[in-house]
């Protein structure tokens, strides 16, 4: 009995490393995937500025080249400011598209340096914001709601 159960001791031993001699020990290496990177989708205004000028009417193309160059030399600011009202009003009243004109009335209160401007546009984007469905437009609105909110802090920090 003894002889068998070395025999087979002897034998499984044998077995045994005959596996890591010859054996492969190494697990078979998988492909490992990179990390899916959720890309946040970026909204660039000055582009979705441009695609909005393709449906505008030959006239109001004509109003709107002519506030953009409105501003010449002299009291750059404060001239700026008017032409970036203006153009927040053409969006508004003319074309009806709402990321132009609060880009427009944010870059008047940016350069109007006005605390109430910078609450006003800021708000305005806020109540915007709940009906985004697109989230570039929602990382884009919300980014500049939070500037407008930061820079009227800076003028006023007490409040």
Not at 77 to 82: C, D, F, G, H, M
Not at 97 to 106: D, G, K, T, W
Not at 110 to 127: C, G, R, V, W
């Amino acid at each position: 009995m003894y002889k068998k159960q070395l025999i087979i001791s002897i034998a499984a031993l044998a077995l045994v490393i005959l596996l890591f001699k010859f054996g492969s020990t190494v697990a078979p290496k998988t492909k490992v995937q990179a990390p899916v990177v959720n890309k946040v989708p970026t909204f660039d205004i000055l582009q979705f500025i441009d695609a909005e000028k393709k449906h505008l009417t030959p006239s109001q193309i004509i109003s709107l080249g002519k506030l953009e160059n409105s501003v010449t030399r002299g009291d750059v600011s404060n001239q700026l400011i008017t032409a970036n009202t203006q153009l927040a009003n053409f969006w508004k009243d003319s074309a009806r598209s709402f990321e132009p004109y609060v880009y427009y009335l944010s870059e008047a209160a940016k350069l109007d340096k006005s605390e109430k401007n910078l609450t006003f546009a800021a708000q305005l984007i806020l109540e915007n914001l709940r009906a985004e469905q697109d989230e570039a437009k929602l990382n884009w609105k919300t980014a500049q709601a939070i500037a407008l909110f930061e820079k009227a802090i800076e003028l006023n920090p007490k409040q």
